[in-house]
């Protein structure tokens, strides 16, 4: 990766042969100033946002002292990916657009303040040098309680002494005033790919990028230079403009090619395509919260490299990262047919899908909306693939000679009936302010016991370990939203108390002696809920506090959990009652 002095470099060296050579003071325009325009215009391209105009990730580390940093302010707009779906791409960018002009205004670089968007995502990032944390939260606060009656979107932040303190403070703020945004690892119906390539007037064409540093070499000729020298001087621009060139076109932390360089070498060239590639991984935003973001951009970055040294330029590639959505890539080929560009992926997905921490599905075809289409079902064929792995064959247990099929099985918790109800009249004004539908088998998950063939001595097995527990209280944290297909849900996070940790161990303990399977991941990564709302898709976000406070307050004793089976699709049935004393 260039840095700063590395990028000037060559525009400076030019300058400096250009000054030993007494240019005329009389030759307009004079050759320095075309140099120094180039320059400020490469380098502003390359530090920029394509969207917003902010400082992408190559603008902080070129512009931002790293040992001066007093405090770090950490923003992020609440579900933009589903504002995405309700409003339009075109009415977020605005709102991105507008968000990002209100922060330059307040934090800007002669004040010692920077502010800088996170690629192909719905975060900003205030970066000062000059205000303490108390400082730069006051000035976030005001800003953030005027700006809420005009945000589309809203958004919220925290504020630190570095980027994961900030992080952490964002989050306990969203858990006060927000709904959590919970993203499963399961089918999300849409790609953010960007679909039109619209002109954006701040940027210029290839045309008139290239133009500019024409516009010097002429200039030069007109020089009475030397041969030898003008010569050497006009490979020097050339070499210049290529330099230029590869920093403003690639997404700096990936290294593909960014907005800018999908618009110079395929929209405005019309390149024939003859085949696309698109792909997605699977719950980035939950990988965010597993593995953490600096682990997450690691994955994104080794994936891009896979991509880049599988489909190179020069052998008609272009491997492009989403400017909407920081997950989504797309490689176009203008040489490759559709079916050899699936055979490329097929193997190439069977061998890193065992590599990379976030899984990742891909789609082919002629075109992005063929290659969307392929996706969509790829990912429909993931998760069903998803679904019965995990779930039990719906062969009941019968006495018969033939093999018994191994079967999934659910321990979940319930409240009582008269809690039920307090629970419940809730639940029914959460879905009438989103236009859902209440779900009425109220219950959250403990454990999952997979490939069960003798129901017998499972139900001996929990019964014996029950008699050893005490009824305590379950109590919930607030409303959390899960995308997903066919349908999005409203769950009610239920806090992982010590009883609750407890249970979970010991029965993945238990199953283990009985060499069964529980669930996979580590109790910290646990996030029980409880669905209760089934949600209309492209529903905008819900914003009431109010009843997010309320549902952060209820709360129930525990007296029974329940083993059960899933029958068919929609209808579950009770293998075993467990009560606790």
């Not at 395929?266 to 085949?275: A, F, P, V």
């Not at 646990?526 to 819900?542: D, E, F, Q, R, S």
Request: proline fraction near 4%; include cysteine.
């Amino acid at each position: 990766m260039k840095s700063l002095d590395d990028f000037r470099k060559p525009f400076q060296t030019l300058e400096r042969i250009l000054t030993e050579f007494a240019v005329s003071l009389q030759v307009k325009p004079h050759p320095i100033d075309l140099l120094l325009r180039l320059q400020n215009q490469a380098e502003r391209f390359a530090t920029q946002d394509e969207i917003t105009h902010a400082l992408n990730r190559r603008g902080e580390e070129w512009y931002v002292p790293i040992d001066k940093i007093r405090s770090i302010a950490k923003i992020d707009l609440y579900d933009m990916r589903q504002a995405n779906r309700v409003y339009g791409v075109s009415a977020v960018d605005r709102e991105l657009r507008r968000l990002s002009y209100g922060l330059k205004t307040l934090f800007q670089p002669h004040t010692g303040d920077y502010v800088r968007r996170s690629g192909g995502s719905d975060e900003f990032v205030v970066i000062s040098t000059t205000k303490t944390v108390a400082e730069l939260h006051r000035i976030l606060q005001k800003f953030h309680t005027q700006d809420k009656f005009e945000a589309l979107i809203p958004w919220d932040f925290g504020v630190a002494t570095s980027e994961t303190e900030a992080d952490e403070k964002l989050q306990k703020s969203r858990k006060k005033l927000r709904p959590l945004v919970i993203r499963p690892i399961a089918l999300d119906n849409h790609s953010e790919i960007q679909r039109t390539n619209q002109s954006n007037s701040d940027i210029p064409s290839w045309e008139e990028f290239y133009q500019s540093y024409c516009d010097l070499i002429d200039c030069l000729r007109q020089l009475t230079l030397p041969l030898d020298v003008q010569n050497e001087l006009l490979e020097s621009i050339n070499s210049l403009q290529v330099h230029a060139e590869s920093e403003i076109t690639i997404d700096r932390m990936t290294g593909a090619l960014n907005a800018i360089g999908r618009r110079w070498y395929l929209t405005e060239r019309q390149i024939s395509i003859k085949s696309v590639a698109l792909t997605d991984m699977r719950d980035m935003h939950g990988g965010n919260l597993r593995y953490g973001s600096l682990a997450v951009d690691r994955d994104l970055q080794r994936f891009t490299s896979v991509l880049i040294q599988e489909f190179k330029r020069e052998d008609g590639f272009f491997v492009l990262r989403s400017p909407k959505a920081g997950d989504e890539f797309e490689v176009i080929s203008c040489k490759v047919e559709v079916d050899e560009l699936r055979q490329k992926f097929i193997q190439l997905h069977e061998e890193d899908i065992k590599r990379g921490l976030l899984p990742w599905n891909y789609g082919i075809g002629k075109d992005e909306m063929e290659a969307h289409k392929d996706l969509y079902k790829n990912i429909l064929q993931y998760q069903k693939s998803f679904q019965s792995t995990e779930s039990q064959q719906l062969t009941l247990h019968v006495h018969t000679e033939n093999p018994v099929k191994p079967s999934t099985y659910y321990l979940v918790a319930k409240p009582d009936e008269h809690e039920y109800y307090k629970i419940y009249n809730l639940i029914e004004k959460i879905a009438k302010t989103c236009g859902g539908s209440p779900i009425q088998d109220l219950h959250f998950t403990l454990q999952s016991v997979r490939d069960v063939c003798d129901t017998t001595s499972l139900v001996n097995s929990i019964q014996k370990y029950c008699t050893t527990l005490k009824s305590f209280e379950v109590r919930f944290l607030g409303m959390a939203r899960m995308s997903g297909c066919p349908i999005d849900r409203i769950w009610l996070m239920v806090e992982t108390t010590p009883q609750l940790k407890a249970i979970y161990q010991n029965i993945a303990t238990m199953s283990r002696k009985l060499n069964l399977k529980s669930y996979p991941y580590p109790v910290d990564e646990w996030k029980p809920h409880m669905k209760v709302v089934l949600l209309p898709n492209h529903t905008a976000p819900i914003q009431d506090n109010l009843l997010y406070k309320t549902a952060k307050d209820l709360k129930f004793l525990l007296r029974n959990i329940e083993l059960t089976r899933q029958v068919n699709e929609s209808h579950w049935e009770t293998v075993s009652t467990f009560k606790i004393y």
